[in-house]
């Protein structure tokens, strides 16, 4: 399928990749049908998470794992069940990054991370109760 996003132009994404958001992505409930774009290009440590809703709305991802010392997730029994989660290791866990105009300010969101189960293509936003794990994780940009 040919998708016009206002990032990359006009890109061919297989409806077979789609990752389903059954309840969005807070802010952006309307939003339930994303992409990952670069990702497994280990080029870079940042991919795109691209809405097939809305061609305009785009996230900035990386893997929390990488960018933060010690990180881990704790997931709810409901949110297993909804994502299918049978297999910890069919869980791709990655955190939105915040690109503002001054470099010196990435931040990653380690609080909300997004949970994706990768053979069933099912996704969502969990807010861990970690009260450690910060919201606002300024990269250092040195």
């Known amino acids: 399928m040919k998708l016009d996003t ?3 132009g006009v890109i061919d994404v297989d409806e077979a990749d789609f990752i389903v958001f059954p ?11 994303f992409t990952l774009i670069g990702y497994g290009d ?3 440590p940042f991919f795109w998470l691209q809405s097939i809703d ?3 709305l785009c996230f900035v991802v990386t893997d929390p794992f990488m960018v933060y010392d010690n ?10 069940q909804l994502l ?6 069919t869980v791709l866990t990655l955190a939105i990054v915040v690109i503002p105009d001054n470099p010196k300010e990435i931040r ?3 609080k909300a991370p997004l949970l994706i189960n990768v053979e069933k293509k099912l996704g969502k936003q969990v807010i861990q109760k970690n009260e450690d794990l910060p919201l606002r994780y300024y990269l250092n940009t040195n």
């Open 54 to 56: 809305d061609p305009r």
């Open 108 to 110: 990653v969101n380690l």
């Open 71 to 80: 990180y881990g997730v704790d997931v709810e029994d409901e949110d297993v």
């Open 6 to 8: 206002a990032h990359f």
């Open 84 to 89: 299918g989660i049978t297999d910890p290791n």
């Open 42 to 44: 280990n080029k870079t």
């Open 23 to 33: 309840e969005g992505i807070p802010g952006f409930e309307d939003n339930k049908k």
